[in-house]
């Protein structure tokens, strides 16, 4: 076997026409053995994924993801990482021209610090009370200051890493923030008001 001699680097063609980009998104995948896994990207380009995760495939192995903000990606592992693994994307060139359109709006999106809620209304839940939880099931208490369709600012004791991925109430998403008590949460996905309303039990405007 060659698992150790295949590198991660883009090829000659994806160096001249993309470029990796670091990225703070998550998603879950899935291995050969039929098994599901949470993880987060931490970088891109439309044709290699590096992954971080608590759960690593065998180089060589097929793997298809499911990337918030990208969809669904298929790829075979190239090399394993101390905490996750890297994966190079078997697409058409339409899917990685696609991919790269994509790459560049996050990128975008993060370089300018132009989180999606700042183009929502906040307001504040009728129902502030409500759970903060980790992915290794760990729940802390919290307080709703305000939240949107996109994102919610909360008070709370403990302040999870920058990009860590975490559960409010049900809804997913990540830590974007941090302020003095507490912390920013962008939804992976944009929300329904209803949605909301039903989870917060949030007036309706």
């Given at each position: 076997m060659r698992p150790a001699a295949i590198d991660y680097a883009p090829s000659r063609a994806e160096r001249r026409n993309f470029q990796r980009?670091?990225?703070?998104?998550?998603?879950r995948f899935m291995?050969?053995?039929r098994t599901e896994h949470a993880g987060q990207v931490v970088d891109m380009s439309p044709g290699n994924v590096a992954f971080r995760t608590d759960r690593s495939g065998a180089a060589g192995e097929k793997?298809?993801?499911y990337i918030d903000h990208i969809g669904r990606v298929e790829g075979v592992i190239t090399r394993t990482l101390p905490d996750g693994f890297a994966m190079t994307v078997i697409a058409s060139d339409r899917k990685k021209d696609k991919l790269a359109a994509q790459l560049t709006w996050l990128a975008n999106k993060h370089e300018l610090d132009l989180p999606e809620d700042r183009r929502h209304e906040r307001v504040a839940p009728r129902n502030?009370?409500?759970a903060l939880q980790?992915?290794?099931g760990r729940q802390y208490p919290c307080r709703i200051i305000?939240?949107?369709l996109s994102g919610a600012a909360i008070e709370i004791e403990v302040k999870p890493a920058i990009?860590?991925?975490?559960?409010?109430?049900?809804?997913?998403g990540q830590i974007v923030r941090h302020f003095e008590d507490g912390v920013a949460i962008e939804f992976a996905v944009i929300q329904r008001p209803e949605s909301l309303d039903t989870e917060f039990n949030r007036p309706r405007t």
């Open positions: 980009v670091r990225v703070k998104i998550y998603g291995l050969e053995d793997v298809i993801a502030p009370v409500s980790l992915m290794d305000d939240l949107s990009g860590v991925q975490v559960t409010l109430g049900t809804m997913r």
